[in-house]
């Protein structure tokens, strides 16, 4: 008798033990919605058409790690210097090479280090978008200090995206033909006051001010295994702001069911899948969460999973929205983005559009993986290449350099005094 309450005992402290780690990796919020998700998630079938549209999203931090000037500049230099050198000769199936997507810190803004991704991205390979740690912050604070970088980017240093023609959405005020809009990922994952704690964030209405302040899209998600997962997973949806509580981005709706909510901001969000090939211990299944860094280098064998958690939207089953992120200043990122893992990932791309006659890929920034959503939600029949500026443009396709270099020379960001945050992702 003694033996079985023993053993009694240590069960339930072991699945007590376990249930306390799930929720602090906050497998407890995703895991019913992934089984709901179960009848329709599966790998594409050997007829079908497939298009992987690939956006590599990545939080790029010169000055983490406490990095001297000296060294997070060198940091930025490198990518300048490698990039087009390890990439420029890879295309994908629209003869277009790799494309980066620099989410940078405005909480650590450095004219130099922007200007000098702006100058790789004005020969091609990406697109520069707003990357933003915050803690104890207001609306209005972040209000103003998303407007006051909205303008430096797009002014100053010619980067973000422009829109092609007015947004006269119902319900909410009209957006003027170029008006400025900018892609966003939110530091830590605290999107929307994510945390149960509340830190690294602090505001309820993120969602309203981020759209009010001409965000398009949102990509901060997935965040697994982080306490800051959303409940909805694999998604492409429009969330709207409820008052007063945090998370509002926990549900949404889906593109393609129904028409846009008036007040709604578009999340974009990665795959987020079990993968039992990679076991923990030999039992529990690893996580796919579309993250790239040394440890968790872009495969061909990866781009199944990827596949199989179908972010799509219902108007187009041939295309498939893989949306990655990684950390590429960080050492523990940089081989994997730059070196030769990333470069066998292409060629093996490359080699698997020639095996398989159905398999095309594309690189997109954000801003042109936004352009196909909506492109997609309209019902769009042409092909990728022709709906990459379907309603933004990149503004550095603009042709008054001379005025956004006139009167903004010298900004520096101390000026905003933005709160310091504690940790920075």
Known sequence: MMWMLLILMTATALATMAVRRLRLRGLDRWI????????????????????????????YEPNTDRASPEEARARVDKWIREYPRQFGGLSDSDGRPPRHTFFYPIDEYEAAHVDALAELCRAGFGEVEIHLHHDGDTANHLRQTLLEFKEIFGEHHGLLARRRAPDVSPGVPPIAEGALAYAFIHGNWALCNARPDKRLCGVNEELDVLRETGCYADFTMPSAPHITQTRKINSLYYAVNRPNRARSHDIGVNVGNGPPPGHGLLLVQGPLVLDWRRRKWGLLPGLENGCVQ?????????????????????????????????????????????????????RDLAAEARRNPRFHYHYVTAREMYNLIKAAEAGWKGSIAAALDYELVWNGSRKDEGARMKAGAEIHASSFHLPPSAFKC
């Open 32 to 59: 019913v919605p992934y089984l709901l998700q179960k009848p329709t998630r599966r790998p594409p079938r050997d007829d079908e058409e497939i298009h992987l549209i690939l956006c590599l999203a990545d939080h």
């Open 294 to 346: 040394n440890s968790q280098p872009a495969t061909l064998a990866r781009v199944a999973s990827w596949l199989r958690a179908r972010v799509q939207a219902p108007t187009r089953p041939d295309w498939f929205f893989v949306k990655l992120h990684a950390h590429g200043a960080q050492k523990a990122s940089r081989r994997a983005l730059l070196g030769e893992p990333m470069v066998q990932f292409h």
